[in-house]
């Protein structure tokens, strides 16, 4: 499930607020295929907030991009 399909998902429960972005990290985390890059989120503990989720998961989807291209090229 994509971050923006979580964010209309708690949006449309009565979820506290407060508590969304750690909730939204979490589904991330549990959710991505990775075990590479899901050990790298977890070894982050405490200091792993939804934005710094998303920066690296985003990271990590843009190398795998920019890596296949490559090897298509060479």
């Known amino acids: 499930m994509k971050h923006t399909d979580l964010k209309v998902l708690f ?22 295929k990775s075990k590479k890059i899901r050990q790298k989120l977890i070894e982050e ?16 989807e843009l190398s795998q991009k920019q890596l296949k291209t490559m090897n298509m090229t060479g």
């Open 11 to 32: 949006n449309d429960c009565s979820y506290d607020h407060n508590i969304e972005d750690e909730m939204l990290r979490d589904q991330i985390v549990f959710g991505v």
């Open 45 to 60: 503990g405490s200091e792993l907030t939804l934005q710094k989720c998303t920066d690296i998961v985003r990271t990590n």
